[in-house]
C-alpha cells in the first residue's frame, strides 16, 4: 500500500504510519503534505480513495473534511470534483433508497461545510430538500402517509448531521438555519406518532398507553437537538478538527452542491381499506427500516456521564464500524474501541451490540458475526469488557419473562456460543435457584436450553463439568443422546417385530436393491403385520443403520429413501414418519432436527406434515418448556421460505438474461437485413453483393442467437412455474399454521382466562388486553398491578407466580407473534385468505392480538 494510502486510511489512530503520534493536528498535516504532493500523478486514485475512506470510516469523517479543506487552499478543481462526485453519490443513493449511503454522504457534506469547502446556504438547500419531500409525503391530501417511514427517514438525516455542523451553520447562517428548525418542528404537526409496538424486545414496552404517552425515536432525537441548539452545540463526541486550521480554512473558495432531488412515494392505493394501507407501510418500513431500537438493560447510573446527544453520536459511530467492517471482525472491534470521543462508553458498546442482535424483526447481519465481535472485544478490554458483557446478561436474565420470544431464542443461541469460547466458565451457582422454579418458568427453561445447545457444541460430560460449583443444575441436562431404538432386543417386543427388523438389516448390509426392498416389504410384511407395524420397523430399522454419523445418515436416505416414500406417500404417513423420528431420537433434540430437515430436503416429509405433527396432542406440553418444537417447526417453514427466495433470485437474473438475449437476437437480425439488403440485380438476376461466406455467418448467428433467446425465454417460464407453485404450497403452509394455532389456543385461552382479561403477574406481558371491563381485573391496591390468577389450580410455587396454563397460553402467543414477524412480507401476500379463514370472529382476542401484533398492523383494521 501506497504511503497517501496509508495515511489516509490510518488518520487519526496510533500508528506506526505517524510514528505513534496521536495528535489529530500532526495527523492531518502530515496527511495533507504528502496527499499534496501525489496529487498530480494520482489524482483520481486520491479522489476515489478518499470518497470510499469517508463512506466506510465515517467516524473520522472531520479529518477527511478537514484534509479535503486544506487541499482546497491550492486545488480547487480536484476539491470541485470532490463535491460534485459527492454529490452524485448522494443522489445515486436516494434514487436507489439505500439509507446508508444517504446517511454518510449528508454527513460528509456537513463536515465538507465545516471546513469552508461548501457553501452553508448550498448545504441548507439539500436539507430543504429531503425537509419538503418528508413534509409532502406525510400530508394526507397530496402525499401517502402510509409510506411514512421514508419521511421519518429523511428528518433523521437531517438531525443526525447536525451534531457534525449544527454550530457552524448557526454562526454563518443563523436565519436559514432557524428556518429548517422550524420546518423540522412543523413536520412533527403532520406526522404521526410511530409505535414500537411488536417489535420491542422487552413486551411490557408496548403497553398501550404508556406507548401514546411516550416520545418515539424521532421525536427524542428532536429533544435532543434542541437541547443541543439551547447549550450552544457543545457536546464531546464530535471532534472539530478544522477549528485548528480556521485561519487557514477562510482563504478557500467555497464550491455549491448541485441540485438534489427526491425519489416521489408511491400513490396511495385505488380503495384505501387496512389492507392495502398496511401492505404499503409494510413495503415502506422494509425500504426504510429503523437502524437502531435502544435496550437500556444497564442501571442509568452506569451511563450517567454521557449526555444524551453524545450517545446518540456514539451509537452512530458504533453501527457505522459494524456496518462498514462486518468483513473484519478483529478490524471492527478495534475501531470499536478505538472511537475519538473522551469518555468512557464500554457499557453503551455493549447494549449497542445486543440491541443490533436483538433487533427486530430481524438483526442486520447474522448472529454469528455479533458473536465474534463480543469474543474479539472481550480479548481486546479484559479488565473491562467480560465484566460488562456479564452485567449484559444478568440483567436480561433478569427480565427473561418479558424477554419477547424471537430475543429469547437469539439470546440462548448466542450465550451458549459464547461460552463455549471461554471454557463454558460462568458463575451457574447463581441460578441454581432456577431448580425451585416449576418447570414452565421463563428462567429455568432459559437455563436448561443454554446447556442443551452447549451440549450440542462440546459433549455431555465437559458440560457437566463446567457447572461442578452448582451440581444441582446437572438436572436441566439433557440426557446422553443415545437412539432409542425400539427393536435393540432389550424393549419386550413382539419377536416377530425384531426379526423383521433384523431381516431389513440383513438386506440393506447384503446390498440388496431399493426394489427388492419395496417388494418384501409390500408383498411379505404389510400383508402379515399391517401398515402401521411396517412403518415403524422399516423407518426404525433404517435410522439405526444410519445413526453413527451425519455421513450415514445422508447414506441411508439416499439410497433407501424411496422406501420411506413408498410407505409415506401422503401426510397422514408422514406425520406417523416424523413420530418415529422423534421416538428414535426422544434424547437427542439436535439429531430429531437435522433428521427431519434432511428428510424435508429430500422430500420424504412435507412442510404440512410437519406442522400437522407438531400440533398434535402429544406435543402439546412442549409449546412452553422447550424449543424443540419450534425449531423443527422454524426450519421447515425456513426452508420453504429459503426456496422461493432463491427462485426469486434465479428468475430475476434469467429476466436479464432474457434482455440480453433479446438484444443480441435483434442486433444479430438487423445485421443480416442489413447485409442482405446489399443484393443487386445483374441482368434482371439479384446478384449478392456482400462476401458470401459473411452473409452465411450471419445467417448462423441470428439463428443461434434466436435459439438462445427461445432458450431463456423458456428458462424463465419454467421458474416461474415453479415459484408459483411454490407461493401455492407456501400460501396453504401458512394456512394451516394459523388454523393450528386458533384451533389450539382458543379453548386453552378461555380456560385460563375465564374472567374473561389475561392476568398479568408483576411482569407486565405486552399480550394483556381486557375483552370486558378493566374492572375485570384484580388490582393489588398498593402496586396497582394486576394479581396473577391461578385458574389451573396449580402451585405457582416458589418465587414465580405465572400458572402453568397460563406460561403456556404466553409462551404460544410469543411464538406466534415471533412467526408472524418473521415472515411478515409473505404473510401479507395472502392476509385477505388468512382475515377469512383464520382470523375470524371465532378467533380468541388474544391469539388475533398475536397475529395483528407480529404484522404491525392495528387492531381494529378489517
Known amino acids: 500500500m501506497s504511503s497517501w494510502r496509508s495515511l489516509l486510511l490510518r488518520i487519526g489512530e496510533k500508528c506506526p504510519e505517524y510514528g505513534g503520534i496521536t495528535d489529530s493536528k500532526d495527523h492531518i498535516e502530515t496527511c495533507f503534505g504528502v496527499v499534496r504532493r501525489e496529487l498530480e500523478h494520482s489524482g483520481m486514485d486520491i479522489l476515489d480513495f478518499l470518497l470510499q475512506c469517508a463512506e466506510q470510516l465515517p467516524h473520522k469523517i472531520p479529518l477527511y473534511g478537514t484534509v479535503v479543506g486544506l487541499v482546497n487552499l491550492e486545488n480547487e478543481d480536484f476539491v470541485r470534483k470532490i463535491v460534485e462526485n459527492t454529490q452524485t453519490n448522494l443522489q445515486d443513493a436516494l434514487d436507489s433508497g439505500n439509507c446508508n449511503s444517504i446517511r454518510i454522504w449528508m454527513r460528509f457534506l456537513t463536515a465538507l461545510m465545516c471546513s469552508k469547502v461548501v457553501q452553508p446556504s448550498s ?47 448557526v454562526e454563518q447562517v443563523p436565519d436559514e438555519m432557524q428556518s429548517v428548525m422550524s420546518g423540522v418542528q412543523g413536520y412533527f404537526s403532520l406526522r404521526r406518532r410511530v409505535s414500537d409496538s411488536g417489535f420491542s424486545v422487552f413486551k411490557d414496552v408496548d403497553d398501550t398507553e404508556k406507548a401514546l404517552d411516550e416520545k418515539d425515536f424521532l421525536e427524542d432525537l428532536w429533544g435532543q437537538i434542541q437541547d443541543l441548539s439551547n447549550s450552544g452545540w457543545k457536546l464531546e463526541s464530535v471532534p472539530r478538527p478544522h477549528l485548528s486550521f480556521e485561519a487557514q480554512l477562510v482563504a478557500g473558495k467555497s464550491h455549491d452542491i448541485a441540485h438534489i432531488s427526491c425519489p416521489e412515494p408511491p400513490d396511495p392505493p385505488a380503495v384505501l381499506s387496512a389492507i392495502t394501507c398496511g401492505k404499503q407501510k409494510h413495503e415502506a418500513e422494509l425500504k426504510y427500516p429503523r437502524r437502531m431500537r435502544r435496550l437500556d438493560i444497564f442501571p ?49 458498546m455493549a447494549e449497542t451490540i445486543f440491541s443490533q442482535l436483538l433487533f427486530l424483526p430481524h438483526p442486520p447481519f447474522k448472529p454469528i458475526y455479533y458473536t465474534l465481535v463480543i469474543i474479539d472485544l472481550c480479548k481486546s478490554l479484559p479488565g473491562a469488557f467480560p465484566a460488562v458483557v456479564a452485567g449484559a446478561v444478568r440483567a436480561l436474565f433478569d427480565r427473561i419473562d418479558d424477554l419477547d420470544m424471537e430475543c429469547r431464542t437469539r439470546l440462548i443461541l448466542w450465550f451458549s456460543h459464547h461460552l463455549s469460547n471461554f471454557q463454558f466458565v460462568w458463575p451457574w ?14 428462567q429455568r427453561v432459559f ?68 426394489r427388492e426392498i419395496i417388494s418384501w416389504m409390500e408383498e411379505s410384511v404389510i400383508p402379515a403385520h399391517g401398515l402401521e407395524i411396517t412403518l415403524s420397523v422399516i423407518v426404525q430399522t433404517l435410522l439405526d443403520i444410519g445413526s453413527k454419523s451425519f455421513t450415514h445418515l445422508i447414506t441411508v436416505l439416499e439410497r433407501y429413501g424411496q422406501v420411506i416414500a413408498r410407505i409415506c406417500p401422503d401426510q397422514d404417513k408422514q406425520v406417523m414418519l416424523i413420530d418415529e423420528v422423534s421416538s428414535y431420537w426422544k434424547n437427542s433434540a439436535q439429531l430429531t432436527a437435522i433428521t427431519i430437515d434432511r428428510m424435508m430436503g429430500y422430500r420424504l416429509i412435507s412442510n404440512m406434515a410437519i406442522v400437522r405433527w407438531v400440533f398434535t396432542p402429544a406435543n402439546f406440553e412442549l409449546f412452553h418448556t422447550s424449543d424443540r418444537l419450534w425449531e423443527i417447526l422454524r426450519n421447515a417453514i425456513n426452508k420453504t421460505y429459503n426456496r422461493i427466495c432463491d427462485l426469486r433470485k434465479e428468475i430475476s437474473t434469467l429476466k436479464k438474461g432474457v434482455m440480453s438475449a433479446e438484444e443480441a437476437a435483434t442486433k444479430a437480425k438487423a445485421e443480416l437485413e442489413g447485409a442482405e439488403s446489399q443484393l443487386t440485380l445483374m441482368d434482371g438476376e439479384p446478384v449478392l453483393g456482400e462476401n458470401p461466406v459473411r452473409l452465411k455467418r450471419l445467417k448462423a448467428r441470428a439463428e443461434k442467437t434466436k435459439e438462445e433467446e427461445v432458450s431463456a425465454r423458456e428458462s424463465l417460464e419454467a421458474k416461474e412455474a415453479l415459484l408459483a407453485r411454490a407461493l401455492d404450497e407456501n400460501e396453504a403452509l401458512f394456512l394451516s399454521l394459523f388454523k393450528n394455532f386458533s384451533s389450539v389456543m382458543t379453548e386453552r385461552l378461555a380456560d385460563a382466562f375465564r374472567d374473561g382479561a389475561l392476568q398479568q403477574s408483576n411482569q407486565a406481558d405486552e399480550m394483556a388486553i381486557d375483552l370486558e371491563d378493566t374492572s375485570a381485573m384484580e388490582l393489588d391496591k398498593e402496586n396497582a398491578k394486576p394479581v396473577k390468577s391461578h385458574s389451573n389450580g396449580g402451585s405457582a410455587g416458589n ?13 404460544t402467543l410469543g411464538y406466534v407473534k415471533a412467526l408472524t414477524r418473521q415472515y411478515a412480507s409473505e404473510i401479507w401476500l395472502y392476509i385477505e385468505k388468512l382475515d377469512s379463514e383464520a382470523l375470524t370472529g371465532d378467533a380468541h382476542p388474544l391469539f388475533r392480538k398475536a397475529v395483528y401484533s407480529g404484522l404491525r398492523r392495528p387492531l381494529n383494521g378489517s
Request: with cysteine; glycine share 6%.
Open 123 to 169: 448545504l441548507v438547500s439539500v436539507y430543504w430538500t429531503l425537509l419538503s419531500s418528508a413534509a409532502t409525503t406525510v400530508d394526507e391530501e397530496k402525499g401517502n402517509p402510509s409510506w411514512q417511514a421514508c419521511a421519518d427517514f429523511y428528518i433523521t438525516c437531517i438531525l443526525s448531521c447536525l451534531p457534525w455542523g449544527g454550530a457552524e451553520l
Open 300 to 348: 442509568a447510573s452506569k451511563m450517567e456521564d454521557i449526555h444524551p446527544i453524545d450517545r446518540f453520536v456514539v451509537e452512530e459511530y458504533l453501527l457505522d464500524v459494524l456496518l462498514y467492517l462486518n468483513g473484519c471482525r478483529k478490524e471492527c472491534a478495534s475501531y470499536m474501541v478505538g472511537l475519538p470521543v473522551t469518555f468512557r462508553y464500554e457499557y453503551l
Open 429 to 442: 451457582e447463581e441460578w441454581a435457584f432456577v431448580l425451585d422454579l416449576p418447570k414452565w418458568a421463563p
Open 447 to 514: 437455563v436448561q436450553e443454554v446447556l442443551e445447545r452447549e451440549v450440542r457444541l462440546s459433549y455431555r460430560d465437559k458440560v457437566k463439568q463446567s457447572i461442578e460449583n452448582a451440581p444441582a443444575l446437572e438436572e436441566l441436562l439433557p440426557p446422553k443422546g443415545l437412539p432409542n431404538f425400539k427393536y435393540s432386543g432389550e424393549d419386550g417386543r413382539d419377536g416377530s417385530e425384531h426379526a423383521l427388523s433384523a431381516e431389513l438389516s440383513g438386506m440393506v448390509k447384503g446390498r440388496q436393491t431399493v
Open 799 to 811: 418465587g414465580y407466580k405465572v400458572g402453568e396454563k397460563e406460561q403456556w397460553c404466553l409462551s
